[in-house]
């Protein structure tokens, strides 16, 4: 079946748009985030496509920020969920039907080994929240309060959550943060965080993490997790290197020290494999998932964690909203789909053929790196010429891209990152125009009054 093409008429926002976008800014919360750069309101949407309220269509490589996984609106996905509202909408922590299927489905996606250690725990009713599931249990467990994390990682924007998180201005607002998180250097080898170039680096970021930590005057006390995103997505689409991962489960192992695995964007199929880790060759001790676990944009969220780990006392964490059955209903029905449509195979070909469309601005001036895995990609951006920041070089990209009916969003230190993530059921076609689209914003955008 021909999937439709982009198209946009006149000038963004059209006036319908402009007048919700209007109304947005005289209610809602000053926090809002992607209007103000994506200048529209949707009024639909279907597999890869959204049409705006003025009859525009876009291609969709934002995703719900990942959540999307088999696209907008699957029609099987929808009418599980549909199903399951008129049985049950809402069970808290009771034992159910649509539960017990979720909970088998997703467990059925762990590899063998791992599968068998694990027990779940529901949060509510996002992956902030179940950041915060993950380092209470792990505090809980070893009876330790320090927390490891990386430069440039995201982890949520609640209390705790942002604690963890490597953007300062986002917590300069808030004071009081949670104590205790200790930040080191993630591996980043385009950017060097200790200014080191590959061939230099005799010992990765790991080797630092590694001597803090055993040395009995490193400064930070044995800590009760490691949190770690195997591939950053806010900091700017950055797949750790396999040795660095490998020596950090290693280190976490030898100190009995719980390597929490935040899967949030990486999970459910996002890198070409259920989850990111089983690239690396690791097992971590918790796995934290959200986003795409429903397939279809309702909210649910989970911590799998390895049983010895299982201390809590009933009640020592909860939340009114995990027991969704519609996401439930909705989640078990997108593990069948993925197996019976081999979307993980899909995720692995149209990454390969959008990292080779790609690869066509990698010697471009003002393209700093082009990198990703599976469906998960990021083109990261310098200053084109010297009347042109950076920033502002990919806010132009991101417009021009939009101008042309291709929704992306921008990440990475001072959103110089134009990030890719389409639906994980995009077809050839549509990965070849929307990397059109965005190569020619990139050259546009690149010259002097572009």
Known sequence: MTEPQPRVAGELPGPRSAEF??????????????????????AEGAGSHVRDVDGNVFIDFLSGAGVLALGHNHPE?????????????????????????FLEAQLSMLPGGLRDRMKVHFCGPGGANAVDAA???????????????????????????????????????????????????????TDCPVGLTPDACDVNCAGLLERALRDPNGGVPRPAAVVLELVQGEGGVIPARPEFVRRVRRLTRDLGVPL????????????????????????????????ALSGVGLPVAVIF???????????????????????????????????????????????EQLGGL???????????????????????????HPDLTATG????????????????????????????????TVSAEVVATAAGILVAAVEECGHPGG
């Open 21 to 42: 976008l209007a109304h947005q800014r005289r209610w809602e919360s000053n926090a809002r985030v992607y209007p103000r750069h994506l200048p529209i309101a949707l």
């Open 77 to 101: 996905v929808v009418r599980a969920a549909a199903g399951q509202m008129r049985a049950l909408t809402h069970g808290l922590d009771f034992p159910t039907p649509a539960k017990h299927a």
């Open 135 to 189: 380092l209470k249990l792990c505090k809980t467990a070893t009876g330790r309060g320090d927390v490891i994390a990386f430069q440039g990682g995201f982890h949520g924007a609640s209390h705790a959550a942002m604690a963890l998180t490597g953007l300062v201005a986002q917590k300069q607002p808030v004071p009081n943060g949670v104590p205790g998180v200790h930040f080191f250097p993630y591996s980043h080898c």
């Open 260 to 291: 929490v695995a935040d899967e949030v964007q990486t999970g459910c199929g996002r890198t070409g494999t259920w989850f990111a880790f089983e690239q690396y060759g690791i097992e971590p001790d918790v796995i934290v998932a959200s986003k």
């Open 305 to 351: 964690y390895d049983r010895r780990l299982d201390v809590w006392a009933p009640g020592a964490h909860t939340g009114t909203f995990r027991g969704n059955q519609a996401a439930f209903a909705a989640g078990a029905e997108t593990v069948r789909i993925m197996r019976r449509d081999d979307v993980l195979g899909n995720v692995r070909r149209r990454g």
């Open 358 to 384: 790609l690869s066509a601005l990698r010697d471009r001036p003002g393209v700093r790196d082009v990198r990703g895995r599976g469906l998960m990609w990021g083109v990261e951006l310098a200053s084109p």
């Open 393 to 424: 070089y990919a806010r132009a990209v991101q417009a021009h891209a939009l101008r042309h009916g291709l929704i992306v969003e921008l990440g990475g230190r001072d959103d110089t990152v134009v990030r890719l993530m389409p639906p994980l």
